[in-house]
Structure formats: C-alpha cells, structure tokens
C-alpha cells in the first residue's frame, strides 16, 4: 500500500521543525478552525477535539492525503491554558508555573483519506518548572517566546533554560509526540520510515 503524503494541518514552526528533524517532510496546509467553539473542561477531550476540528478543516480541501492534526494545553493546578493573550498574561503565568509540576496534553488526529480511516489520540507529559526570578521571568516573556507557545515556554528554545526536569515523552512538549505519530502510522498499517523516502 502506497502511503499517502502527510499534510500538516498547523502553521506551528516547531512541529514542522521537529517532523523535519525526523526525516519526514509534511506538506505546510494551516487550519482556519475556530477554536474558541470549542469548550470542554477535560483536558484530554479539549486536546482532542481540537485537533479533530483542524484536520477535519484541512480535510475537507484536500483529497488522497494523510492529515496530522495537533493542539496542546497545559494543566497546572486543576486549570487549563492555552497560548497566553499577552506579556502581562505571560508573567502571570509564570509567577503561578515557577516551582511547580504541570502537565502538558497535546491531542494528535489522524485522516487517512485513502483508507477513509480517521485515529484520535493524546500524549501527556509532565513538566517541573524552575524557581526562576520575577527578573528571569520579565526577560523571558520580553524574548515574546513563550506568547506563542500553549504552556508559555519552548522547550527547544530559551525555555528549555527553566525547567528543571520532564516525565514522558518529551517532544510531546513541543507539540508532537514522534513515538505516537509512530504508533498511529502503524495502526493504520503504516511504516514511519517509508515517509523518509518521500
């Protein structure tokens, strides 16, 4: 069975970068998906659904694809967050994250378009943050890193300087799990490497 080129329904930099990094090279294809109508108090379902509601947006224009759809929020203290709204929001954040363990969900969708198949899945991982300072703090969220990124860090860029340790899959913390990517491509019977040669 041929495999279907994979389309990567985000304008996320750091999950093209990491499919990059693992030899896959996805077609870019950004959702226009609304996600503020989605609502759900469970971190797992939100994840989840929102990640449906991209690759079933990115879907419904193609055909004779594969879609990979993801989003992510962090759990901290019974809440859930998303991307923070502003800087002030971001410090905030920090000032509440700093000395503490969350938990990181990223929900991952697949469409199959030539099985008509569709998977649903999520990742968790936990995060401890450092006891950074309020000084630390203001210099990181003036880099405007963390204003892009749902836990309000980048693991893979200044962020990775704050946290002091990770239990779980850790390129789920940057938005794609590769060994649940992996898993799912074998569910739907397919081999990971063949999309090296693509």
Not at 61 to 70: H, K, R
Not at 131 to 156: K, M, N
């Amino acid at each position: 069975m041929a495999i279907p080129p994979l389309v990567l329904a985000s304008a996320s930099t750091a999950r093209l970068r990491l499919l990059r990094t693992a030899g896959i090279e996805p077609v870019v294809h950004p959702s226009d998906f609304d996600e503020s109508q989605v609502q759900l108090d469970n971190p797992a379902d939100l994840v989840q659904r929102l990640a449906e509601g991209k690759a079933a947006a990115v879907a419904a224009q193609l055909n004779g694809m594969m879609i990979l759809g993801c989003d992510s929020v962090l759990v901290l203290g019974g809440q859930i967050y998303g991307k923070p709204a502003n800087p002030a929001e971001a410090i905030q954040r920090w000032q509440q994250m700093r000395g503490q363990t969350g938990a990181l969900y990223t929900g991952h969708v697949l469409i199959d378009q030539v099985q008509r198949r569709q998977l649903v899945r999520y990742q968790i991982t936990e995060v401890e943050f450092a006891l950074v300072s309020q000084r630390q703090i203001e210099a990181y969220v003036a880099t405007g890193e963390p204003l892009h990124c749902a836990g309000c860090f980048a693991l893979e860029g200044r962020g990775g300087l704050f946290i002091e340790s990770i239990r779980g899959c850790h390129s789920n913390v940057i938005g794609l799990s590769l060994p649940l990517l992996r898993q799912m491509l074998a569910t739907l019977s397919y081999d990971v490497s063949d999309y090296w040669h693509q």
